[in-house]
């Protein structure tokens, strides 16, 4: 298969879950690929993918230009730009504390505006940006206010971006999941049970029946960099239909 043979991407917070998957299967098809993580991370999935895998902290400005600078001169101009790194910590709004709030908007927010902007100079012309954001930003989900928000914010840049980059022919998108069975469950600091928990919470309310994989995710994502070449601007959703008010039919008795 080399159905991205030539192309050559980068995946910030590829280290695990959604963004390893997206590296997989770029790799499967012949792509070219630079994958980032924190060090802790970073280690572990060299195992799997070697020295494609670079250290990079996106909660730290001068890592994001040092790895601006590495992608130069490693790959030159790339056909996809993914920002996938994130962070989520379940609180009660009325136990946000100004430090939790700070690292949820430092990753999440700043680190991905200031990655997508000292990246996306070597985006090419015809090639992508996908953010990842979450259906919790339209969903009101208890705990989730500052994550929500800060996921909300880069559906709003996508949308700036996507109109500013029209005249490079860059299109920049979004891809937003749902419960997805990723090693942390979106949620590091959570203990196994608490991520049990979840995932049979979203089996329960997800309306098709299941959560779902970081593998389809990738697919929404790949389709969002190569395939929508008439797409700009948007947020996919990919959350078995959690997030668009459908509800699964009633079963009746005979």
Do not use: C, W
């Not at 040092?66 to 130069?72: F, G, I």
């Not at 990753?107 to 200031?114: C, E, K």
């Amino acid at each position: 298969m080399s159905a991205y043979a030539g192309k050559q991407a980068v995946i910030v917070g590829g280290t695990h879950g959604i963004g390893l998957a997206t590296a997989k299967l770029l790799l499967a098809g012949g792509a070219e690929v630079l994958v980032t993580g924190r060090e802790a991370s970073a280690a572990a999935a060299r195992r799997e993918l070697g020295e494609r895998v670079v250290a990079s902290d996106i909660a730290d400005l001068g890592a994001i230009a040092a790895l601006a600078e590495q992608v130069r001169a490693r790959l030159g101009a790339i056909d996809l730009l993914f920002i996938n790194a994130g962070v989520a910590e379940l609180e009660p709004f009325d136990r946000v504390s100004e430090a939790s709030y700070d690292r949820t908007f430092a990753v999440n927010t700043r680190g991905a505006f200031f990655t997508a902007q000292r990246l996306a100079p070597l985006v090419r012309e015809g090639g992508a940006i996908v953010f990842t954001t979450s259906i919790a930003s339209i969903t009101g989900t208890p705990g989730m206010a500052v994550y929500s928000a800060s996921k909300a914010a880069l559906g709003a840049f996508a949308k700036v971006m996507a109109a500013e980059l029209l005249p490079r022919g860059v299109r920049v998108n979004a891809v937003s999941p749902g419960f997805i069975r990723t090693p942390t469950m979106g949620t590091a600091s959570s203990t196994p049970e608490e991520r049990a928990a979840f995932e049979r919470e979203g089996d329960a309310v997800t309306p098709m029946g299941r959560i779902g994989t970081p593998e389809e995710v990738a697919r929404a994502v790949l389709f969002l960099a190569f395939a929508a070449t008439f797409t700009t601007g948007t947020e996919l959703y990919v959350d078995g239909g959690l997030g668009q008010q459908i509800s699964p039919p009633q079963q009746h008795g005979h």
